[in-house]
């Protein structure tokens, strides 16, 4: 049976996500939704020919035949969208960082369980087959236990306040467009988050240019996380256990390989290519759990969401970064809209 999705949001993650839908086993992209009928059509001509363009969000989510949506607005609506979605009685894969704060993720999460809905945060490094490797080998204790975590992801971006990575409005800034990786990777080995201590420096819009934290998981559990959009970095990711470590080699967010040091043995390399661009993975994973009929991933449960989503509020409210998620009525879903 074919998963029919609709695209709430057509801007440039979206299209490289279309542009990828050739790998999803079992679905298909049915509908486009935008705030501009124009731009909807535009976008369905160019990555996802025979799709249904629609002119506003309401559109699409009252569409019959689209049974999920994928959400790819900028941060700060992600909020409005899912619980529009959610009322709809749509399944929802919405993209990372899941929301603005920790109070709208909470929000999106209990409006998933009050309606029986499913929900996923769309972390596609999850479902990279390198770092689906990585965990089996961290399971099977390839390294013992795991104890620290060390990554970075930097790039250089030319400030531009009329950027939504860097309006404070919409949810821009390192933290949520890049933090988001390295705290991901550290809490999916290392669980729960006890506390952060973060520094960085912030731009005149008010957004976070780049931090770095220092995460407590409890009983010595640390990682060492940096991400910048001031200085282009490696973006590697180490995770270190009792008995040797793993490398997870740049960009560690959707690697190719990874490389297995056990404790007094030769290095082993692993090369585990995704599938086109890698962005497949995690549609299949909805279709899978539709299927089966799951409210969530147990690969992207919202648990991890809301601790990642915790560990960001707390680097953000450090730096003195105010994120706030947007209005529905801003968002294009609200009684004014």
Request: glycine share 12%; charged share 20%; aromatic share 6%.
């Amino acid at each position: 049976m074919t998963t029919r999705w609709g695209i709430l949001g057509p801007g440039r993650i979206a299209a490289k996500v279309a542009d990828d839908f050739a790998h999803v086993d079992g679905g298909e992209v049915a509908a486009v939704g935008s705030r501009s009928l124009g731009r909807a059509e535009q976008f369905a001509a160019d990555h996802a020919p025979g799709a249904r363009a629609y002119g506003s969000y309401p559109e699409l989510l009252a569409d019959p035949d689209v049974d999920a949506v994928y959400i790819a607005t900028p941060h700060a609506q992600h909020r409005a969208h899912a619980l529009a979605a959610i009322e709809a009685g749509k399944a929802v894969l919405l993209e990372k960082a899941f929301t603005a704060t920790l109070a709208g993720a909470r929000q999106v999460v209990d409006a998933a369980a009050s309606r029986d809905v499913f929900v996923m945060e769309a972390v596609w490094t999850r479902f990279q087959p390198a770092v689906v490797e990585a965990r089996r080998l961290i399971a099977d204790g390839a390294i013992g236990e795991v104890r620290a975590v060390a990554a970075d992801l930097g790039v250089r971006r030319g400030f531009d306040p009329a950027d939504r990575l860097f309006s404070l409005e919409l949810g821009g800034g390192a933290l949520l467009d890049l933090g988001v990786y390295v705290v991901n990777v550290a809490q999916m080995v290392l669980g729960e988050a006890r506390g952060v201590t973060a520094k960085g420096s912030l731009l005149p819009t008010g957004v976070d240019a780049e931090a770095g934290l220092l995460v407590d998981f409890g009983e010595g559990c640390t990682a060492t996380l940096q991400v910048s959009f001031r200085a282009p970095t490696p973006g590697d990711a180490r995770i270190y256990g009792t008995d040797g470590w793993i490398d997870l080699p740049p960009r560690f967010h959707h690697p190719d390989r990874l490389v297995l040091h056990r404790y007094g043995a030769e290095p082993e390399e692993r090369v585990l290519p995704p599938g086109g661009d890698g962005y497949s993975y995690e549609f299949e994973e909805v279709q899978r759990c539709l299927a089966e009929g799951r409210t969530q991933s147990e690969i992207m449960p919202l648990a991890d969401t809301l601790v990642v989503q915790g560990v960001l509020q707390q680097a953000a409210d450090q730096l003195g970064v105010r994120l706030a998620d947007a209005d529905p009525a801003d968002c294009g879903v609200g009684p004014t809209a």
